[in-house]
């Protein structure tokens, strides 16, 4: 896949008016923090495309980008830990499970795990959840470059053994860009 386009589409606080034009989602969750903007920023090429910040949470909608005009990757809020109240936490937590269990047009969903803490109980329960929603979800291990090579070694057999059900698992960095050629590859099996 190559990405020639990326623009900012929408942003939604709830389920109601997101896109119907049928094109197909590529969707990225992961806990808070974990660098979600930051992928989406190295993946399309465009800084500043998704807004990065180093407090956890601030992501609190359902972000869409269009890719090429015929796709969108969609930012979805972190989940786990984040500088705010519990009824707002839980607020994004009904957003988010809403979304991935009714919208009929994922394609795809990217579960984003920070490779330095793999094996988290709430990456591995969204694992579940995906799988009882029946969504094919692939893994990326970011934050990659910040580790040692044994502990990459370490975290590639923690997540390996975790995610039994993920259709790939790419290791990558935002700073470098390690991982991006694959992981667009991997993303192209679902939009044909």
């Given at each position: 896949?190559?990405?020639?386009?990326a623009?900012?589409?929408?942003?939604?606080?709830?389920?109601?008016?997101?896109?119907?034009?049928g094109r197909?989602e590529i969707?990225?969750?992961?806990?808070?923090?974990?660098?979600?903007?930051?992928?989406?920023?190295?993946?399309?090429?465009?800084?500043g495309?998704a807004k990065t910040?180093?407090t956890p949470?601030?992501?609190?909608?359902?972000?869409y980008?269009?890719i090429?005009?015929n796709?969108?990757?969609?930012?979805?809020?972190?989940?786990?830990?984040?500088?705010?109240?519990q009824?707002?936490?839980?607020?994004?937590?009904?957003?988010l499970?809403g979304?991935?269990?009714?919208?009929?047009?994922?394609a795809?969903?990217?579960?984003?795990?920070?490779s330095r803490?793999?094996?988290?109980?709430?990456?591995?329960?969204?694992?579940?959840f995906?799988?009882?929603c029946?969504?094919?979800f692939?893994?990326?291990?970011?934050?990659?470059?910040?580790?040692k090579q044994?502990?990459?070694?370490?975290?590639?057999?923690?997540i390996?053994?975790?995610?039994?059900?993920?259709?790939?698992i790419?290791?990558?960095?935002?700073?470098?860009?390690?991982?991006?050629?694959?992981?667009?590859?991997?993303?192209?099996?679902?939009?044909?």
């Amino acid at each position: 896949m190559n990405i020639t386009t990326a623009d900012f589409f929408c942003s939604y606080s709830s389920l109601n008016g997101l896109p119907s034009d049928g094109r197909p989602e590529i969707v990225f969750v992961g806990r808070s923090n974990v660098g979600k903007s930051s992928l989406l920023n190295s993946l399309c090429a465009r800084k500043g495309l998704a807004k990065t910040s180093s407090t956890p949470g601030k992501t609190r909608l359902i972000n869409y980008f269009i890719i090429n005009d015929n796709l969108y990757f969609v930012d979805l809020p972190g989940y786990g830990y984040a500088k705010v109240g519990q009824g707002e936490r839980e607020s994004w937590g009904k957003l988010l499970t809403g979304y991935i269990q009714k919208r009929g047009e994922i394609a795809l969903v990217v579960l984003l795990v920070d490779s330095r803490h793999p094996g988290m109980a709430s990456d591995l329960e969204m694992m579940e959840f995906l799988d009882y929603c029946g969504r094919p979800f692939g893994i990326v291990l970011t934050k990659w470059d910040k580790l040692k090579q044994a502990e990459k070694s370490k975290a590639s057999r923690t997540i390996e053994s975790c995610a039994p059900n993920a259709r790939f698992i790419v290791n990558y960095s935002s700073l470098s860009g390690s991982g991006r050629d694959r992981l667009l590859a991997s993303i192209d099996t679902f939009t044909q």
